[in-house]
T-cell receptor, first 114, second 114 residues
Framework: SQQGEEDPQALSIQEGENATMNCSYKTSINNLQWYRQNSGRGLVHLILIRSNEREKHSGRLRVTLDTSKKSSSLLITASRAADTASYFCATDKGQGQAGTALIFGKGTTLSVSS | DGGITQSPKYLFRKEGQNVTLSCEQNLNHDAMYWYRQDPGQGLRLIYYSQIVNDFQKGDIAEGYSVSREKKESFPLTVTSAQKNPTAFYLC?????????????FGQGTRLTVV
């Protein structure tokens, strides 16, 4: 069962442009996380936003969370070729108790060309 | 360096063979997880463990087995009952605190049936 679904599945932009990816989920959550995966590698954590937060920033990343719409967005500003990767949103399986597994969406593949 | 290590990076299995994928972490994390990734499918949860000598099935546990004899280690065995084992396998770990924190991933093992 996949909780989160990212949109679009693929995104191609030029360096310097902004990239926006969206994630929708089905059940109520305590928090939502975004991860990045370079081709053939493990996932790397980018940012975590809790259900009582609406927006969070980390460097060139901006994440928003709308619990009423059950959706989140990840904005990467001033994209670079090195941002080329797949991006996944993840939510907790169950009620979000610590240690419960993360459930991932299918991801958005971002290609940034120079 | 603290981290999570998966081995081997590439693994080839003959039909009918059992194979074991290694996952070791020195982050002192209580929780460990196994995911399977197929192209276009995102990550799917196989098993997870919150404490030594205890583990829970994920969404696609059939044909797989795990053990958690030590806090640092969570090996995954792909048995001959798994009919389509060719995939990229990812191991992860996280703390077991009251509030959700990030998960740390290994670099993955790519398993191919020959």
């Amino acid at each position: 069962s996949q909780q989160g679904e990212e949109d679009p599945q693929a995104l191609s932009i030029q360096e310097g442009e902004n990239a926006t990816m969206n994630c929708s989920y089905k059940t109520s959550i305590n928090n939502l996380q975004w991860y990045r995966q370079n081709s053939g590698r493990g996932l790397v954590h980018l940012i975590l936003i809790r259900s009582n937060e609406r927006e969070k920033h980390s460097g060139r990343l901006r994440v928003t969370l709308d619990t009423s719409k059950k959706s989140s967005s990840l904005l990467i500003t001033a994209s670079r070729a090195a941002d080329t990767a797949s991006y996944f949103c993840a939510t907790d399986k169950g009620q979000g108790q610590a240690g419960t597994a993360l459930i991932f969406g299918k991801g958005t593949t971002l290609s940034v060309s120079s | 360096d603290g981290g999570i290590t998966q081995s081997p990076k590439y693994l080839f299995r003959k039909e009918g063979q059992n194979v074991t994928l290694s996952c070791e972490q020195n982050l002192n994390h209580d929780a460990m997880y196994w995911y399977r990734q197929d192209p276009g499918q995102g990550l799917r949860l196989i098993y997870y463990s919150q404490i030594v000598n205890d583990f829970q099935k994920g969404d696609i546990a059939e044909g797989y087995s795990v053990s958690r004899e030590k806090k640092e280690s969570f090996p995954l065995t792909v048995t001959s009952a798994q009919k389509n084992p060719t995939a990229f396998y990812l191991c992860a770990s996280s703390t077991l605190t009251r509030r959700r924190t990030e998960a740390f991933f290994g670099q993955g093992t790519r398993l191919t049936v020959v």
